[in-house]
DNA sequence: GTGAAAGCGCTAACAG
DNA sequence: CTGTTAGCGCTTTCAC
């Protein structure tokens, strides 16, 4: 990259380095004439001040990290839209980390985030995170952090949500009030706190209705696509299969579809499912798909928004406040 | 942020900072002694060097960009997970910046793009993208940067396509041989040359089978999902409505079901339709979508790789050379 | 209003 | 093998 340096049009203008930076973050204390003829001169030479040299000076980025396990799910696609726009219009810059599930890599990239690469975090955490050392040590830092959707719910620091758990115990009273007498429930996780709210929901409708709970029929499904195939098709080809199925995860839905096409079961006659989805083609699936929609672009929104008023208003800690956006439930054909 | 700094681990050691940043580069000529201890306090400390500091000495970033029109659309959320996939390999960082298909916005975020922030630059071109200056200023200035999916086809860097004509002979071929008289071509843009090289496909194959080609056949969509919609419904409503259609925009896909449904057009019965779409659901819609998937995530990664070569064997010019990955024609019933 | 000078934290000659 | 020195390009006191 060549480089266009203040240095140069000060020494064009006959003017001091200083004169030029002031010029032009358009310092009051610059006469008018002054600052015409720096922005003119800068625009003529295309001239944008080096990104390092300010941010090393000032001691900021302007940038946000976004750090999730997966974008190719449509969550997170627009959760990234809602956090985009925001950012965007805030003046940020948006550098996007996915973990693949792997907590590892979680640990590694949040570390590395501390060397004043990126002003805030917003965070989505994998699915296998099971301790929350890495996350309090930026936190500790004074890292302004933003959790959303996968949140550690004992972490002190800002957290955008949806109501899980009420979402799981409509849609298992939905398929129960659909008939259904064994439901099962594809859970993302073992440890994440949203998922044990959604299996709370699970279980609390059970409960409720009088079902027994069978720790059977929850799967805790695997970041292998291949393998939780496998789960699916057992679960199925069991002579006591369950007739209601919750995919707590978007893709287990199109699993569950391809097992009962290749079982022959027809959906909802045999089985009744409910996918916590964001898809747009759900209305059109065969048959259409009861979905949980979570609010993901406004999540999306909301989480950066947050980050972005913490970091307007400099050194002042983010509120360890917890939002929560309502998911809806898309009662559509695959539930009857 | 908390700051450590090489001094202090200099100081406390009783070395000096060029020791210390040697050590820490794993430099063969520090004794193994000295490093182990630098290493030692530096973990203890948790140090990690300074972002803009090592940025503005060595005049690198690893950072790339990636600006596309947007993320909520399969094939760019599976490209960004084969760019991640390679940029994390290879230690780049990645920035995403949507354009929302404004031409506007794509000026701005290249021209911002020229301060060092990035090494290199990923691009789609918005649909609105008539002119090149703003990207052939980025290229002046010494700025590697690779365009993948939709291309200037006039640009001297590297490129990374699909074979968009041949796509669109094959798909037109194919309704025309499941016994459509009259197809229609949903378009994405009268600038892009992807569109113009699917509408020579499309034109290609109506001349071949002898079908005359009406130019009212061809609709220009346009960023608004709404008004998109309008001019599907208004296609469809005609009584002399086309038989075939061609997608060459997923979501329109979606839109083209609900209209058929809205107008209880039965697919495929009534219109027969294939879509440009990377939906893993495309085979369990209702009919099943007959769709031309594009190796989207080999894409991403190709252009990736083709950037991180280039960044990595510095001061090479970017070789202009175009690669061409096949995309597939996945026959289903919304066809036949 | 403008300039001089210092320094952000690190790296890379150049010495020894 | 290690230290000294200079400086990346910009911003910001502090002078005038």
């Given at each position: 990259m060549e480089k266009v340096t203040l240095k140069q049009?000060?020494?064009?203008?006959?003017?001091?380095a200083s004169t030029i930076s002031r010029a032009l973050q358009d310092s009051h204390q610059i006469s008018p004439q002054t600052k015409q003829k720096v922005l003119e001169l800068a625009t003529e030479l295309n001239f944008v001040p080096n990104y390092h040299a300010s941010g090393l000076r000032k001691k900021?980025?302007?940038?946000?990290?976004?750090?999730?396990?997966?974008?190719?799910?449509?969550?997170?696609?627009?959760?990234i839209n809602g956090i985009e726009a925001v950012a965007q219009e805030q003046g940020f810059h948006v550098l996007i980390y996915l973990t693949h599930e792997s907590f590892l890599k979680e640990q590694a990239i949040l570390r590395e985030l501390q060397n004043g690469r990126v002003d805030g975090v917003l965070l989505a955490i994998t699915a296998e995170t099971s301790h929350n050392r890495h996350i309090r040590e930026l936190l500790n830092r004074g890292m302004p952090l933003v959790m959303f959707d996968r949140v550690c719910e004992d972490m002190e620091t800002a957290k955008i949500i949806t109501n899980d758990l009420e979402s799981s115990y409509l849609a298992t009273r939905h398929l129960i009030s659909c008939g259904c007498k064994r439901v099962a429930l594809l859970s993302a996780s073992n440890s994440l706190a949203m998922s044990a709210n959604r299996l709370a929901g699970y279980k609390k409708a059970l409960q409720e209705q009088g079902h027994p709970f069978r720790p059977t029929d929850v799967i805790a499904c695997s970041k292998a696509e291949d393998v939780n195939y496998f789960f699916i098709k057992t679960l199925l080809s069991n002579a006591h299969r369950p007739d209601g199925i919750i995919a707590t995860v978007e893709k287990q839905a199109t699993?569950?579809?391809?097992?009962?096409?290749?079982?022959?079961?027809?959906?909802?006659?045999?089985?009744?499912?409910?996918?916590?989805?964001?898809?747009?083609?759900?209305?059109?699936?065969?048959?259409?798909?009861?979905?949980?929609?979570?609010?993901?672009?406004?999540?999306?929104?909301?989480?950066?928004?947050?980050?972005?008023?913490?970091?307007?208003?400099?050194?002042?800690?983010?509120?360890?406040?917890?939002?929560v956006l309502p998911s809806v439930l898309h009662i559509r054909n695959s539930t009857g």
């Open positions: 049009i000060a020494k064009r203008l006959n003017l001091s900021v980025s302007k940038t946000i990290a976004v750090v999730i396990p997966e974008v190719a799910d449509s969550y997170f696609a627009q959760a699993s569950v579809y391809q097992v009962c096409q290749e079982l022959n079961l027809n959906i909802p006659q045999k089985v009744k499912i409910v996918a916590f989805s964001n898809l747009q083609s759900a209305a059109f699936l065969n048959p259409s798909l009861t979905t949980v929609m979570q609010p993901a672009f406004d999540m999306g929104k909301a989480a950066a928004a947050n980050l972005c008023k913490v970091l307007k208003r400099k050194n002042l800690n983010i509120l360890p406040e917890t939002q």
